[in-house]
Nanobody, 116 residues
Framework: QVQLVESGGGTVQVGGSLRLSCTVS????????MTWLRQAPGKEREFVAS???????TYTDSVKDRFTISKDDAKTAVYLQMNSLKPEDTAVYYC??????????WGLGTLVTVSS
């Protein structure tokens, strides 16, 4: 059974940094993309960043130059380094992994709160 577990969330002041981790237990054959999404209170879940199997990355405009997504294939893990955090980054952050067969898996999320 595949499980995704996010960690690294917490409360940080404006301008601070956090590093989120998402580890995968179980076996996912042929991972395609690994993605971070977030959902702020009262808002819909939105795309934050993704990394493909080849390592190419994509970011939403609001986090470019502040967030960095990376992965460790040996550990089947994906990370999100978040710098220069803003109050509008406050959200529950979710990890999503999709196999090349288009089977998707979700974690339960980790809460990030940026206080001003």
């Amino acid at each position: 059974q595949v499980q995704l577990v996010e960690s690294g969330g917490g409360t940080v002041q404006v301008g601070g940094s956090l590093r989120l981790s998402c580890t995968v237990s179980g076996t996912i054959f042929s991972i395609g993309a690994m993605t971070w999404l977030r959902q702020a209170p009262g808002k819909e879940r939105e795309f934050v960043a993704s990394i493909s199997s080849s390592g190419s990355t994509t970011y939403t405009d609001s986090v470019k130059d502040r967030f960095t997504i990376s992965k460790d294939d040996a550990k089947t893990a994906v990370y999100l380094q978040m710098n220069s955090l803003k109050p509008e980054d406050t959200a529950v952050y979710y990890c999503n992994v999709v196999s090349v067969y288009n089977v998707g898996y979700w974690g339960l999320g980790t809460l990030v709160t940026v206080s001003s």
